[in-house]
């Protein structure tokens, strides 16, 4: 079981910054990749992927978010960070932190915490 805790959320300008941070606990051996999806909210949004990155450290962007987003893991390997530049409002979402396994396919998620950003 791993259990994440999200922080850094809230209200920005429009080309404003954010970071975002997540911390996870119990089981943090068990994943190999950690990554930051995103939900808005609007009718029949689904939750969609922003960045991830493996325990080597490789990344990956969602394209509307190369080359203002940043995805970074901490030293002790259990915490992932978000780093959000030139803030749209299209930005605005529910921001979950994830979890993969690439042994047994085990997801685990944050409960999310909110981004707007307002124009």
């Known amino acids: 079981q791993v259990q994440l805790v999200e922080s850094g959320g809230g209200l920005a300008q429009a080309g404003g910054s954010l970071r975002l941070s997540c911390v996870a606990s119990g089981s943090i051996l068990s994943f190999n990749r950690m990554g930051w999806y995103r939900q808005r909210q609007a009718p029949g949004k689904e939750r969609e992927l922003v960045?991830?990155?493996?325990?080597?450290?490789?990344?990956d962007y969602a394209d509307s978010v190369k080359g203002r987003f940043t995805i970074s893991r901490g030293n002790a390997k259990n915490t992932v960070y978000l780093q959000m530049n030139s803030l749209k409002p299209e930005d605005t979402a529910v921001y979950y932190c994830n979890t993969y396994s690439y042994s047994n396919w085990a997801s685990s998620w944050g409960q999310g915490t909110q981004v707007t950003v307002s124009s």
């Open positions: 960045a991830t990155i493996s325990s080597g450290g490789s990344t």
